[in-house]
């Protein structure tokens, strides 16, 4: 039992850091395509696709640098 | 060279804003590692589902480790290939649309020093992504299957790595062409399937097609010897890139001509 616990450890890890990284990423942007609440649910809800569905479509990155 | 330097400069900045440095490698290093454990699994996960008939007995033979990367590569293959187009689709379109690209043109920036900026910087980002991955990989199916030599490892590793350049360079070229996103992403993923449909109906040039480089890659992890055609797959997957980055360049030199 503790050897599956160990194996999945970086998996769980790695998921847990997309999900974190996306939530950040959505608080503190100023505007996101659709709804920011939305975005919020999406990420929280749908495991790997949801960080992803964010970073890749959820981003609005119009201003000029 | 201090143009590109810039330019190179202003990508890795612009990728670390956009948080692709974190996420793009978190994605790739999970469809990887997923394969070998899902696998190692498979028995207790077969035991544990409920919808079988009481006595029934399933033997599954425990593959080995070359046959469990193999595996993991496949698996890659597919899901990787979206993921990549769908972390590219985005890099030049959305400049073309928001303006910044008329801003930086009017000075006096070579368009070849500006795509081919972008494309180092995706190549090393996804090759880097990769390799750590593919290592990762490898190391648990030393640890849960039978040891792979890593000699045959990083040949395939390295054989495979040319795919993913091919795809950028794929997802980039029609990102020249199309100002939506979503079609950029569209045409490449179609470009991908045809060429692999193409060596499915005519399996005469099959070997020269960009797509035997998975087959090739697979093959040098089960046998450890070289492979006959793999110069022909080689060439032509160099000489499509070097052909697709020239036409971009030049494409792209009209494109941003007003």
Redesign the interface.
Request: aromatic content about 12%; cysteine-free; glycine content about 2%.
């Given at each position: 039992m503790e050897n599956?616990v160990l194996?999945?450890l970086?998996?769980i890890a790695?998921?847990f850091?997309?999900l974190i990284?996306?939530l950040i990423?959505c608080i503190r942007a100023e505007e996101t395509l659709g709804p920011k609440w939305a975005w919020m649910v999406i990420i929280f809800c749908i495991s790997?696709i949801g960080?992803?569905l964010y970073?890749?479509i959820g981003?609005r990155?119009?201003?000029?640098? | 060279m201090k143009k590109f330097n810039a330019l190179f400069h202003k990508e890795w900045t612009?990728a670390w804003?956009?948080?692709?440095l974190?996420?793009l490698p978190?994605?790739i290093?999970?469809v990887t590692?997923?394969q070998p454990?899902s696998l190692?699994?498979m028995p207790a996960i077969l035991e544990n589902s409920n919808n079988l008939p009481s006595g029934a007995v399933i033997e599954l033979p425990i593959p080995s480790g070359n046959e469990v990367l193999a595996g993991t590569l496949s698996q890659f293959h597919t899901i990787g290939t979206a993921?990549i187009v769908?972390?590219c689709m985005?890099v030049i379109v959305?400049e073309r649309?928001?303006?910044?690209l008329m801003?930086l043109f009017s000075r006096p920036v070579h368009t070849g020093t500006y795509i081919f900026s972008k494309w180092t910087m995706l190549v090393l980002l996804h090759l880097g992504a990769f390799t750590i991955s593919y290592g990762?990989a490898w190391y648990?199916t030393n640890i849960?299957f039978s040891d792979v030599s890593f000699s045959s490892v990083w040949k395939s590793c390295v054989i495979y790595c040319l795919w993913i350049v091919l795809i950028i360079t794929v997802t980039l070229f029609v990102g020249t062409f199309l100002r939506r996103s979503g079609g950029v992403a569209g045409i490449s993923i179609l470009i991908a399937a045809s060429i692999a449909i193409l060596s499915n109906i005519v399996p005469d040039i099959a070997i020269y097609l960009p797509s035997e480089l998975l087959n090739l890659s697979t093959e040098l992890l089960n046998k450890n010897d070289g492979n006959t055609h793999i110069g022909a797959v080689l060439t032509t997957t160099v000489v499509l890139i070097v052909l697709l980055l020239l036409t971009m360049i030049k494409q792209f030199e009209k494109s941003v001509k007003f």
């Open positions: 599956i194996l999945l970086p998996i790695i998921q850091l997309l990284i996306a990423s790997i960080p992803i970073f890749v981003q990155k119009d201003t000029y640098k | 612009e804003r956009e948080k692709k974190v996420w978190a994605v290093l999970l590692l997923l454990i190692y699994f993921i769908l972390a985005n959305q649309n928001n303006g910044s801003q990762a648990y849960l």
